[in-house]
């Protein structure tokens, strides 16, 4: 579906639910899509860490989870996806090499890519940037949830703007009233190294930006498909 600034339709989260832990199980899938397209943010595991969640098409939603964590606009979020497929609905993906993205996703990687003039992304989510970090976690909760909201999923982690990362519910408690449901998956056992960031935007070429958990497995994947690390990287 396309993005615009409009809230997107949905049923309404009542404020008594604001807050409430849940079970990250399939089962509560349609309960946190409802939310999402109310515009609500929740609160999810990835594959990596907790991370607030809301729908990318909901300026309003996106903004809350600016306000929720003190972090600045200028600092871009990341987008989530269902499956590999969709990430062509987002970002450039046809100079990439073929079975790429399927060598590396599911999994621990964020991928920074060109939106590019077909990208449906709404151009008010991360302005004046060119580029969209995609990921794909490794994690039936959330990709369900991405999966059945038809759209993609604004991601950041679940904290406060510099301070560590949640490996648990218990570690962002302080900001479970900001979220319409938290669902928990207990302790996520990446010790707080977040995904790997990966530049994919250059033909044959990348860039690490974070190495992350999975840097090793990573760049082994890249090299496999002759591509080689940007000696321009900052």
Not at 34 to 63: N, W
Not at 102 to 130: A, F, H
Not at 213 to 233: C, F, H, I, K, M
């Amino acid at each position: 579906m396309a993005w615009s600034l409009e809230k997107c339709d949905g049923q309404s989260v009542e404020s008594a639910t604001m807050g409430a832990v849940h079970p990250a199980t399939e089962d509560y899938a349609d309960e946190a899509i409802k939310a999402l397209r109310a515009g609500q943010v929740i609160a999810v595991p990835t594959d990596t860490l907790y991370g607030f969640a809301c729908d990318a098409c909901s300026m309003e939603a996106v903004h809350r989870i600016y306000e929720i964590k003190g972090r600045k606009y200028t600092s871009p979020l990341a987008i989530c996806v269902g499956d590999v497929h969709d990430i062509q609905r987002f970002a450039v993906t046809d100079h990439l090499p073929h079975g790429l993205l399927d060598s590396l996703l599911p999994g621990p990687v964020t991928l920074v890519l060109t939106r590019g003039e077909s990208s449906i992304l709404e151009k008010s989510l991360n302005p004046g940037l060119d580029s969209i970090g995609v990921r794909v976690p490794d994690c039936n909760f959330i990709r369900a949830v991405a999966r059945g909201s038809g759209s993609a999923l604004a991601l950041t982690s679940a904290n406060l703007s510099g301070q560590r990362s949640s490996v648990d519910v218990r570690d962002f408690e302080n900001l479970w009233q900001h979220c319409a449901y938290i669902y928990n998956d207990g302790v996520l056992p990446s010790g707080r190294a977040g995904s790997t960031v990966i530049d994919l935007t250059s033909v044959g070429k990348y860039k690490i930006l974070r190495p992350g958990s999975a840097e090793e497995e990573t760049v082994a994947v890249l090299q496999r498909y002759d591509l080689v690390e940007d000696g321009n990287a900052s």
